[in-house]
C-alpha cells in the first residue's frame, strides 16, 4: 500500500472508520495485505470488501483485510460517505454563484 493512501486511511480510523470490531480469535497474517491481531483486540472497520465477508481494517496502527467470522461487530456498520477531493471540495456557492476559496475547504 503507498504511503499516501496508507495515511488516509488512518486518518479514517481515527475518525472512526465505518464502525468498529472485537478480535474473537487469534488471527495471523496468511498473505500480504491481511491484518494480524490477537483476541479481544480493537479494529476500525474501514469499509467492507468486494469479497463476500471480508472487511479492511486498522488494528494497532496496521491496515489489512480480515475476514469478519474472526470478529464480533459492534453494531451496524455505516454506510461510507464518498467526498470528491480536488477542486470541487474547494468551491461554495453564495447567493447563487460559485466562489472559490485557495487553500480552504469549506
Same mark, same amino acid.
Given at each position: 500500500?503507498?504511503?499516501?493512501?496508507?495515511?488516509?486511511?488512518?486518518?479514517?480510523?481515527?475518525?472512526?472508520?465505518?464502525?468498529?470490531?472485537?478480535?474473537?480469535?487469534?488471527?495471523?497474517?496468511?498473505?500480504?495485505?491481511?491484518?494480524?491481531?490477537?483476541?479481544?483486540?480493537?479494529?476500525?472497520?474501514?469499509? !467492507?470488501?468486494?469479497?463476500?465477508?471480508?472487511?479492511?481494517?486498522?488494528?494497532?496502527?496496521?491496515? @489489512?483485510?480480515?475476514?469478519?467470522?474472526?470478529?464480533?461487530?459492534?453494531?451496524?456498520?455505516?454506510?461510507?460517505?464518498?467526498?470528491?477531493? @480536488?477542486?470541487?471540495?474547494?468551491?461554495?456557492?453564495?447567493?447563487?454563484?460559485? !466562489?472559490?476559496?485557495?487553500?480552504? !475547504?469549506?
Amino acid at each position: 500500500m503507498a504511503a499516501q493512501e496508507l495515511a488516509r486511511w488512518t486518518r479514517f480510523a481515527a475518525k472512526g472508520g465505518v464502525g468498529r470490531c472485537t478480535a474473537t480469535v487469534d488471527c495471523v497474517a496468511r498473505e500480504i495485505g491481511d491484518l494480524m491481531f490477537l483476541k479481544d483486540d480493537e479494529i476500525t472497520v474501514l469499509m !467492507q470488501l468486494p469479497e463476500t465477508g471480508y472487511y479492511l481494517g486498522f488494528c494497532e496502527g496496521v491496515v @489489512g483485510r480480515f475476514s469478519g467470522t474472526d470478529v464480533k461487530f459492534h453494531g451496524k456498520l455505516k454506510r461510507p460517505i464518498m467526498a470528491k477531493r @480536488g477542486s470541487l471540495a474547494s468551491i461554495t456557492v453564495v447567493a447563487g454563484e460559485p !466562489q472559490r476559496h485557495k487553500g480552504r !475547504q469549506f
